[in-house]
């Protein structure tokens, strides 16, 4: 028997990583993006076990054809990765509703469409689900009222999931990631933004994705059996300093 993982947001990545680890680990992997072009690049060299979807999650009638699409490839679900996203920044006065329809559509719209349309298939199993939030939905930060706010929204709803779908044997629990060495976090954060987090972190360093997906693929496994309604911040201490001045540390 193979179990099957399905993961958004896989054309790049936490969630490429992810569906790479997954892979590793012997499992099939559907693999899911709305851009088709780099979920192609991405998928090139993964093998038979991997195979791409292109979906916008914000989509119910293409959410619901691409599990349709999936179970009809792979024959069965185990795991259900909540991972795709957008981010958009900004002052909350600069906020207009389409950013924030925007940013709501992915990020809590599609982690609800996508569970909906899996839990079927994870009743079969009695699979797992694992929604990606955030440091910015456990603690408030500037310019992302938006974003911020989604986030918190998902883990609240991780724990709906698990409350009500626990009597079916699945598990639900959320992934919120601190700051990420990623391509774009260290194309776009300044050697300022970089050493304020350091000084914030305990562990005084950004995360990596492997890191992150390790966490995930965890809560995926046999070894969390009886794990559920969990939100675990993989954050290098970052959310447990609250106000803490990194300057009293001395």
């Not at 500037?142 to 991780?158: E, F, N, P, Q």
């Not at 629990?173 to 976090?185: D, F, M």
């Not at 300044?190 to 914030?200: N, Q, R």
């Not at 005084?204 to 890191?211: D, K, P, Q, V």
């Amino acid at each position: 028997m193979v179990k099957v993982a399905l993961v958004t947001g896989a054309a790049r990545g936490i969630g490429l990583e992810t569906a790479k680890q997954f892979l590793a680990s012997g499992w099939s992997v559907a693999l899911i993006d709305w851009d088709a072009d780099e979920l192609a690049a991405a998928t090139a060299d993964l093998g038979a076990q991997a195979a791409g979807f292109v979906c916008d999650v914000s989509d119910p009638e293409a959410v619901t054809a691409m599990v349709a699409e999936v179970l009809a490839r792979f024959g069965r679900l185990d795991a259900l990765v909540n991972n795709a996203g957008v981010a958009e920044f900004g002052p909350i006065e600069d906020c207009d509703y389409a950013m924030w329809k925007r940013v709501m559509a992915t990020n809590l719209d599609g982690v609800f469409l996508c569970t909906q349309a899996a839990v079927p298939a994870l009743k079969e199993t009695r699979g797992a689900v694992v929604n990606i939030g955030s440091i910015s939905g456990l603690r408030a930060s500037t310019l992302r009222v938006a974003y911020g706010t989604s986030k918190a929204a998902v883990i609240h709803m991780t724990k709906q999931q698990a409350a009500e779908l626990g009597e079916y044997g699945i598990r639900a629990n959320c992934v919120c990631p601190g700051p990420v060495r990623t391509k774009l976090a260290m194309a776009v954060h300044s050697p300022e933004i970089i050493a304020a987090y350091h000084d914030a972190i305990p562990l005084n360093r950004y995360g990596s994705e492997a890191e992150i997906a390790g966490v995930i693929t965890f809560l995926c496994s046999d070894a969390a059996s009886y794990v559920t309604g969990q939100v675990i911040a993989a954050d290098g201490g970052f959310d447990s300093t609250g106000v803490g001045l990194p300057a009293l540390r001395d």
